[in-house]
């Protein structure tokens, strides 16, 4: 009852008396696809005569989708270039861009594969096909080709990792992709040589929190109760795939993509998430835009796996 009385007090602030019905269609980059149905469900509760419907589509499309005019709003890995929002500017008065969240990268094996752990420069070996078997880069590794699996090849993720480790250069001959993040997580299971390349929030979803009550859950992001860590590390460790340790050029240590190490940094493989608009600041797609940057939007990004841009974050360390 208590949560209950709660929520209906903290629910009053927002907007439930307003007159008018909006709606707005906005693309999303697929492998962000799970934070944003959380995001979507909570704003349309928050704002009932307020309606968002996303397409989730490859990173490429989703941007031209935004240059072109086709949609007005667009949430994808990276933010506008210098020419893009010179572009946007031309034809539309209110050009709005923020960063939401840091998302990390997460390099998943099936659970026989004895490789725990990966270098950058090893990492990049095998998207090249430098490296073309398990066995070169530990003896512990099997005698079987290395198979790089993304979700499509115009993702955000397959741009990200193309861009920051090959500068750009061509995958090699064993990189494919199985059309969608769930696909590749599912070739993982069944392939013992591949490699998937995911977003690590595929991994660490809150079965809890998808099955409570809409105002149950409102109370919980509105309450200053911090996020359990622990209890998303858990949910990785056990998502019935092996995630790698990933070791960056500068250290000698491999880290998971865990939550606190995306925090400090420790995690190499992480790439921002933005979202960005053309939109009116006073109808669906501003609203939206304004709770997802906010503490409640914020906080359930943080909820996912990942870490919000702009929420305080209590960091700490036990031993």
């Known amino acids: 009852m208590a949560a209950l009385a709660a929520a209906v007090l903290l629910t009053s602030c927002y907007d439930h008396k307003a007159k008018g019905v909006s709606s707005a269609t906005i693309v999303c980059d697929e492998s962000f696809q799970n934070i944003m149905e959380q995001e979507i469900d909570v704003f349309e509760y928050v704002y009932p005569k307020n309606f968002i419907l996303c397409n989730y589509v490859p990173q490429a499309v989703a941007v031209d989708s935004l240059l072109s005019g086709k949609t007005r709003t667009a949430i994808i890995g990276r933010d506008l270039t210098k020419d893009e929002r010179k572009m946007l500017g031309q034809k539309y008065p209110h050009v709005r ?32 096909g430098k490296i073309k078997r398990w066995n070169e880069i530990s003896p512990d590794g099997a005698d079987q080709p290395i198979n790089v699996i993304f979700d499509n090849p115009g993702s955000g993720l397959a741009t990200f990792m193309r861009d920051s480790l090959l500068n750009g250069a061509a995958y090699g001959p064993n990189v494919s992709s199985a059309g969608s993040v769930p696909n590749v997580i599912k070739t993982v299971q069944s392939r013992k040589s591949a490699i998937g390349v995911i977003g690590v929030s595929w991994l660490t979803p809150d079965m809890e929190l998808d099955s409570l009550a809409m105002d149950t859950k409102l109370a919980e992001l509105q309450s200053d109760a911090a996020v359990d860590g622990g209890a998303i ?33 420790s995690y190499p493989l992480t790439r921002p998430m933005y979202i960005i608009t053309t939109g009116s600041p006073i109808n669906a797609v501003g609203k939206f835009y304004t ?21 305080q974050v209590h960091a700490v360390e036990l031993k």
């Open 233 to 265: 590390n858990d949910r990785l460790d056990n998502s019935g795939v092996k995630v790698l340790k990933v070791m960056s050029k500068y250290e000698a240590i491999a880290y998971k993509p865990y939550q606190q190490y995306i925090y400090n940094g």
């Open 291 to 311: 709770f997802i940057t906010s503490n409640d939007g914020q906080k359930l990004i943080q909820m996912t796996g990942i870490m919000p841009a702009r929420l």
């Open 97 to 128: 861009s923020m960063k939401i969240a840091v998302d990390a990268v997460a390099l998943i094996v099936n659970p026989e594969n004895n490789i725990n752990a990966v270098s950058l420069k090893e990492l990049s070996m095998m998207l090249t």
